[in-house]
C-alpha cells in the first residue's frame, strides 16, 4: 500500500510525502525479506504477495475516494454550427473552461469544434444534460487527465 502511494504522490509532485512513503515501505520490506528469507517456509512468501496485491488496491481505492475531482476533457463535434455556438455560450455562462477552434464537416462546411475542460463533476453532468436535451446530433469523446 505504501508502495502504490508513493507512486500516487510523485505523479502528484509531493516529494516530501512520497520520500516518507518510500522510507517507511523500505524499511517494512527489508524487515519481510529478512523474516521470509530465514525462515523454509513458502506459506509466508503467499502470504506477503497476496498483502502486497491487496495494499495496493486499497491505495488505490483510498486514493479515489479522496483525490480531487478529475478533468475530464470533452472534444465535442457538430455539423450544426448554431447548435455548436449556442453550445459555446452555454459553456460560457456556466464559466466551463473551453477551447473553441475552426473545423469542418464531412463534406467540407466549415464549423467550429469545442474542447471543454470539465473540472467537477457538476460541469460534467451539466454537459452531459446539455448534450442529451439538445435538439441536434453531437459527437463527443472524453478524455479522463
Known amino acids: 500500500m505504501l508502495t502504490t502511494s508513493k507512486t500516487i504522490l510523485v505523479q502528484r509532485n509531493r ?47 483510498v486514493n479515489a475516494r479522496f483525490s480531487k475531482e478529475r478533468t475530464f476533457v470533452n472534444v465535442i463535434l457538430s455539423d450544426n454550427k448554431d447548435a455548436m455556438i449556442e453550445l459555446r455560450e452555454f459553456l460560457k455562462e456556466h464559466k466551463i473552461t473551453n477551447l473553441t477552434t475552426d473545423g469542418y464537416t464531412k463534406d467540407w462546411q466549415k464549423t467550429i469544434a469545442i474542447t471543454a475542460y470539465a473540472e467537477t463533476k457538476e460541469q460534467s453532468h451539466l454537459i452531459d444534460d446539455y448534450i442529451s436535451h439538445s435538439q441536434s446530433k453531437f459527437k463527443r469523446l472524453i478524455q479522463k487527465q
Open 15 to 61: 516529494p516530501v510525502l512520497a520520500s516518507l512513503a518510500v522510507v517507511a515501505s523500505q524499511i517494512i520490506f527489508y524487515k519481510l525479506i529478512d523474516s521470509i528469507g530465514s525462515s523454509d517456509n513458502d506459506l509466508a512468501l503467499y502470504i506477503v504477495s497476496i498483502a502486497s496485491g491487496v495494499g495496493t488496491f486499497l491505495a488505490l481505492k
